[in-house]
T-cell receptor, first 117, second 109 residues
Framework: NAGVTQTPKFRVLKTGQSMTLLCAQD?????MYWYRQDPGMGLRLIHY???????AKGEVPDGYNVSRLKKQNFLLGLESAAPSQTSVYFC????????????????FGQGTRLTVV | LAKTTQPISMDSYEGQEVNITCSHN???????ITWYQQFPSQGPRFIIQ???TKVTNEVASLFIPADRKSSTLSLPRVSLSDTAVYYC??????????FGQGTELSVKP
C-alpha cells in the first residue's frame, strides 16, 4: 500500500517547456488535489477533482491544466512553463464519507520540486 | 467561504504544553474544523478533526467553544520533533481543501 505517489520528485525545466506531473493513489479515494507551495508560504490549491472524469479550478489555476481519466490518477500539466511556476507541488487524495460528516482528512504525496529557469 | 486566522509563529520549549488558536468567525453550520502538521520537505499530515466541544487523540486535543468561532489545538509536552507548521482548515468547501498560512511552531531544548 503505497498511498499517494508523485512522479517525478525533482525536475528542472526551461521557460516555455511543457511537462506533466503524475499523481497516483492506491486507496480508492474519490477526491484528489494539486497544490503548490512557495518558500515560506502555505499551500495553495491549483485544481481538484471530486471523482473520475471531473475536475475543477482551485485558488490559482492559471497556467495549469489537469485530467482525471482514471480514478487512481490525477495529472497536472504545464503547457508553457514560466519561472513563476517554480515551486514544490503536492498532490493529495481524500475519501468520501457519504452523507453526513464532512471529510477533511487528506493524504499527501512526498512532493515534486520544480524549477523553471 | 470560511476564512481562518492563525498566529504566524510561536516558540516553545521541550516539555511544555503548546496551544495554537485559530479564528474562523464565519464558520458555517455544517463545517468541521481540521488541523494538519507539516514538516520541512514533506506533505502535510492530518492531525485531528472536530465539530464542537473537545476531541482528543494520541497526538493532540482540539478544543472548540460553543460559538465555534475559534478553535485551539493543544499539543501536550512538546518535543523537538514537534517543530513544524500547523494549519487550521474549516469545512470542505464543496470538495476543496483550502489551507491558510499556518503557524510555524519552533520547539527549543
Amino acid at each position: 500500500n503505497a498511498g499517494v505517489t508523485q512522479t517525478p520528485k525533482f525536475r528542472v525545466l526551461k521557460t516555455g517547456q511543457s511537462m506533466t506531473l503524475l499523481c497516483a493513489q492506491d486507496m480508492n479515494h474519490e477526491y484528489m488535489y494539486w497544490y503548490r507551495q512557495d518558500p515560506g508560504m502555505g499551500l495553495r490549491l491549483i485544481h481538484y477533482s471530486v471523482g473520475e472524469g471531473t475536475t475543477a479550478k482551485g485558488e490559482v489555476p492559471d497556467g495549469y491544466n489537469v485530467s482525471r481519466l482514471k480514478k487512481q490518477n490525477f495529472l497536472l500539466g504545464l503547457e508553457s512553463a514560466a519561472p513563476s511556476q517554480t515551486s514544490v507541488y503536492f498532490c493529495a487524495s481524500s475519501y468520501s464519507t457519504g452523507a453526513g460528516q464532512q471529510n477533511t482528512e487528506a493524504f499527501f504525496g512526498q512532493g515534486t520540486r520544480l524549477t523553471v529557469v | 467561504l470560511a476564512k481562518t486566522t492563525q498566529p504566524i509563529s510561536m516558540d516553545s520549549y521541550e516539555g511544555q504544553e503548546v496551544n495554537i488558536t485559530c479564528s474562523h468567525n464565519n464558520i458555517a453550520t455544517n463545517d468541521y474544523i481540521t488541523w494538519y502538521q507539516q514538516f520541512p520537505s514533506q506533505g502535510p499530515r492530518f492531525i485531528i478533526q472536530g465539530y464542537k466541544t473537545k476531541v482528543t487523540n494520541e497526538v493532540a486535543s482540539l478544543f472548540i467553544p460553543a460559538d465555534r468561532k475559534s478553535s485551539t489545538l493543544s499539543l501536550p509536552r512538546v518535543s523537538l520533533s514537534d517543530t513544524a507548521v500547523y494549519y487550521c482548515l474549516v469545512g470542505n468547501q464543496g470538495g476543496k481543501l483550502i489551507f491558510g498560512q499556518g503557524t510555524e511552531l519552533s520547539v527549543k531544548p
